[in-house]
Nanobody, 121 residues
Framework: VQLQASGGGLVQAGGSLRLSCAASGRTFFSYVMGWFRRAPGTEREFVAT????????DYADSVKGRFTISRDNAKNTVYLQMNSLKPEDTAVYYC???????????????WGQGTQVTVSS
């Protein structure tokens, strides 16, 4: 299983970015997809998750109302639309796939390589 995340970059506070994560090697629509992030010196943090069909989504309180997770099962891709970005959103963002619809990273068994998001003030 391979997950390739892209779309990170440098943006000013208040700006937007859209992350993408292309999956291969397993039946994409059969698995939950999630986004996590890790800022320097901190633990990995849950950001968002989406169910197999895309009908259910869950977000960390810190990103609710600003971030939107979505998936295109025909393209084997999950997205994270990030609006109203804040400097505290600066982190490496990772996509993950697994069998459980959960905020717990242990519910995901494959992880992408990460993409850096930097928000300047």
């Amino acid at each position: 299983v391979q997950l390739q995340a892209s779309g990170g970059g440098l943006v000013q506070a208040g700006g937007s970015l859209r992350l993408s994560c292309a999956a291969s090697g397993r039946t994409f629509f059969s698995y939950v997809m999630g986004w996590f992030r890790r800022a320097p010196g901190t633990e990995r943090e849950f950001v968002a998750t989406i169910s197999r069909s895309g009908g259910y989504t869950d977000y960390a309180d810190s990103v609710k109302g600003r971030f939107t997770i979505s998936r295109d099962n025909a393209k084997n891709t999950v997205y994270l639309q990030m609006n109203s970005l804040k400097p505290e959103d600066t982190a490496v963002y990772y996509c993950a796939t697994g069998g459980l619809y959960t905020q717990n990273p242990t519910g995901y068994d494959y992880w992408g390589q990460g993409t850096q998001v930097t928000v300047s003030s």
